[in-house]
C-alpha cells in the first residue's frame, strides 16, 4: 500500500488586527519604560541634589556663602530665627572657585581633623569586632540549636526592630553602673555586641545546605575548620554587606556621643557638625564633603558585595 503523503499544515499569516495590538502592546511598553526612567532619574536627581549643593558649596568663599545663605542661619539680638520674607538663593556654581574653607580645614584649625579621627577611632573597632563577634554568635545559632538558643534568638529579633533611642536610657544606666560613662568603652561596647549584624548573618548561615556540611565532617573536619574554611567563606558577601551598612550607621551616630559623652572633645565629628554656628557656614560645607568622602568609598567599593549579599539567598552558586 502506497502511504499518503501528510500535507503540510499551511500557517496563517496574523491578521492585520493582530498586528495592530501587538504593535499597541510594544507602544504602551516603551511608553512605561520611557516613563519609568524619567520618574528614576527625577528621584535620583532628587536625592543627589544636596550632596551637589554640599561639594559646590564647600568650594565658595565665605562672603558669597554669606550672601547667599547668610538669612537662613541669622539670629536676632534674643537668640531667635529671622523670619525669612524671600526665597533662599540655592547656587550650584560657585562664581570664583575658593580653597580658603579646605586650608582652614585641614591646615588652620587641627579641632575639625581631630573630631574626624575621634569618628574613625569609634568606627573602625566597632565594625571589626562586631563582624567578630556576629559571626561565632551566628554559626553557634546555626550548628547548634535548641529551645534555649531559639528564645535567645528571638530576643536578638526584638532588639534588632527596636530603634536605638528605646535601648539608650538601659545603655546609659549600664555603663553608669559600669563607670564607662566618658569613656570610649561607652560607645565601643553596646555598638560591639549590637544584635544587628548577628541577625543577618545567622538568617544567611542558615540557608547553607547541610550537606555540604556534612560532608566536612565526613571528611575530619572540625567545628573550627567547617566556621573557618566553608561557612565564612561562603558568608563573604553577606559579611562585607553587613560591614557596610555598620561603617555608615555608626559613621553618622549622634544620639550616642551626646548622652554617654559630656566631654566634647571626644566626640565625633557628626555630632560637631551639627554645633557649627552661623559664622561657619562655609567651614561647614567643606567639613561635610570632607566627613562624606569614607562612606562614598566605602560604599562604592563595595557595592557589588552589598548587591550580591542582599539578593543572594545562601548556598553554593553553580
Known amino acids: 500500500m502506497s502511504r499518503k503523503l501528510k500535507q503540510p499544515k499551511m500557517v496563517k499569516p496574523p491578521s492585520v488586527k493582530k498586528l495592530r495590538l501587538s504593535k499597541k502592546k510594544r507602544w504602551k511598553h516603551q511608553v512605561f519604560i520611557v516613563f519609568l526612567t524619567i520618574l528614576t532619574a527625577v528621584f535620583a536627581i532628587t536625592f543627589l541634589m544636596p550632596i551637589i549643593l554640599t561639594i559646590t558649596n564647600s568650594f565658595m568663599s565665605a562672603s558669597e556663602i554669606s550672601s547667599n545663605y547668610g538669612t537662613v542661619f541669622a539670629t536676632t539680638d534674643t537668640g531667635g530665627k529671622v523670619y525669612i520674607a524671600e526665597k533662599v538663593n540655592l547656587k550650584f556654581i560657585p562664581d570664583l572657585v575658593s580653597f580658603s574653607q579646605y586650608i582652614t580645614v585641614l591646615f588652620k584649625s587641627p579641632e575639625y581633623l581631630l573630631k574626624f579621627w575621634n569618628s574613625v577611632i569609634y568606627v573602625v573597632p566597632i565594625v571589626l569586632f562586631q563582624l567578630i563577634t556576629a559571626s561565632l554568635a551566628a554559626y553557634s545559632f546555626t550548628r547548634f540549636r535548641g529551645r534555649i538558643k531559639e528564645i535567645v534568638f528571638f530576643g536578638y529579633i ?68 567547617i566556621f573557618r574554611r566553608i561557612c ?82 545562601g548556598g553554593i552558586k553553580g
Open 158 to 225: 526584638i532588639l534588632t526592630l527596636m530603634p536605638y533611642q528605646v535601648t539608650l536610657v538601659p545603655n546609659y544606666l549600664v555603663s553608669s553602673w559600669l563607670k564607662l560613662i566618658d569613656t570610649r568603652w561607652a560607645i565601643w561596647l553596646p555598638g560591639i555586641f549590637s544584635p544587628f549584624a548577628v541577625y543577618l548573618l545567622t538568617k544567611f548561615m542558615r540557608r547553607i545546605p547541610v550537606s555540604v556540611i556534612e560532608a566536612a565532617r565526613i571528611d575530619g573536619a572540625g567545628e573550627w575548620q
Open 232 to 313: 565564612m567563606p561562603l558568608c563573604k558577601s553577606a559579611v562585607c554587606s553587613v560591614a557596610i551598612l555598620i561603617f555608615i550607621d555608626y559613621w553618622n551616630m549622634v544620639e550616642q556621643p551626646l548622652i554617654l559623652l559630656s566631654d566634647a572633645e571626644m566626640h565625633p565629628l557628626s555630632v560637631f557638625l551639627s554645633k557649627i554656628n552661623a559664622g561657619e557656614i562655609g567651614l561647614a560645607f567643606a567639613v561635610a564633603t570632607i566627613y562624606m568622602v569614607p562612606s562614598l568609598l566605602v560604599f562604592l567599593y563595595g557595592e557589588d558585595y552589598l548587591v550580591e549579599g542582599i539578593t543572594y539567598q
